[in-house]
């Protein structure tokens, strides 16, 4: 009796082993990465930072996070699965696991894309394994997966069933929307990949829009100016920039950056949004006195370049954007969930208006 059950104890590890490892493993390379604003870009990089050298160091390495970047594919697959390694495991005091260092997934349905499952990261070690969603029916489906909004992306295998069929596929948008700014654009601090705010509205619209957030850092030098201007086929640029410039930087910059931008792109729409209204400037004098001040000086600029004869150009001014119930960040400056469902109600149907005009 106690030889049998050894060799069933046997038989069990066996088969284990064959459960584990009858799977597909999909390389990185067998997927057309998408959300990014140029071609031939090094690794899961946003841009290629060698080629414009002369960006600022801090907005080089943050163009290195794969924000805004996702893949899609058909598969009858059962289960979805993923191991990634990120260039670090630290995270932020503001932002979750999942949306930093995570992925999540979406099922396209008639209705537009569905949410499906989130891949969560190892808290300690810059490599992951986890599972997006299990238990599905093997029907074919066509899946999204969006990436990382605030870590470089090292290396990324998707893991499906070992008999599911699998093709790689690339969306087809008719406009292009590229959304310069700051820590919120970037993506802080939604819970999840596919909630920050220039996602969203990419689902909501069917557009490619492509984020292009520098957490800190958006002070529209002439260089990131220059190097937005290289981004082809552009249908509208919105800038989102003014929270991370100082007032004077607002009122020396704002002109310019529009200006080079225009050289290339002389007909694109551009979207101007002031800042969020801070709520840890409800009771600091000083936040808000420097929040009034970017916003003001946003709009004096704005103003400015009508006068100079600059056509088709936008403005969203704070507004309501994140409500008006203090409610909508997590620190007072950066918005939930909560907070991008507001902004997108505003900004979302500008938008749409703006695209719509065909200019």
Not at 253 to 275: A, W
Request: glycine share 6%; proline share 4%; aromatic share 10%.
């Amino acid at each position: 009796m106690k030889k049998k059950t050894s060799i069933l104890f046997f038989l069990s590890l066996v088969c284990g082993s064959v459960t584990l490892y009858a799977q597909q493993v999909i390389s990185f390379a067998k997927f057309e990465l998408q959300g990014r604003p140029f071609e031939n870009v090094p690794k899961f990089h946003r841009i290629d930072t060698a080629k414009y050298s002369g960006l600022p160091a801090a907005v080089k390495k943050l163009y290195t996070h794969a924000a805004g970047m996702f893949i899609t594919f058909k598969s009858n697959t059962s289960k979805l699965s993923l191991r990634w390694k990120t260039a670090d495991a630290a995270l932020g005091n503001n932002s979750t696991p999942i949306m930093s260092r995570g992925f999540d997934v979406y099922v396209k349905e008639a209705s537009g894309w569905r949410f499906a499952g989130v891949a969560r990261p190892d808290l300690t070690n810059a490599e992951s394994k986890a599972t997006l969603v299990e238990d599905m029916a093997k029907t074919e489906k066509e899946f999204l997966v969006y990436f990382p909004l605030y870590k470089e992306l090292v290396d990324f295998d998707l893991i499906i069933d070992d008999k599911a069929t699998f093709v790689g596929t690339r969306q087809s948008f008719a406009k292009k929307v590229v959304v310069y700014g700051s820590s919120i654009v970037h993506g802080a601090s939604a819970s999840r990949p596919g909630l920050a705010y220039p996602a969203q509205l990419g689902r909501q619209l069917n557009a490619n829009v492509i984020n292009m957030g520098v957490s800190g850092n958006a002070r529209m030098e002439p260089a990131v100016a220059d190097m937005l201007s290289a981004i082809d086929s552009m249908d509208l640029l919105i800038m989102d920039c003014v929270p991370n410039s100082s007032p004077d930087e607002v009122r020396e910059r704002t002109f310019n950056f529009v200006e080079r931008v225009r050289r290339s792109h002389p007909q694109v729409p551009i979207l101007l949004i002031e800042s969020i209204t801070r709520q840890v400037g409800n009771y600091n004098l000083k936040w808000n006195a420097r929040l009034s001040e970017q916003n003001r000086n946003f709009k004096l600029e704005y103003e400015r370049l009508l006068q100079a004869g600059y056509k088709n150009l936008y403005y969203i001014p704070t507004d309501h954007l994140i409500g008006d119930d203090s409610e909508g960040t997590v620190d007072g400056t950066h918005p939930t969930d909560v907070g991008f469902e507001r902004m997108l109600k505003i900004i979302g149907p500008k938008v749409k208006a703006i695209l719509a005009n065909g200019l």
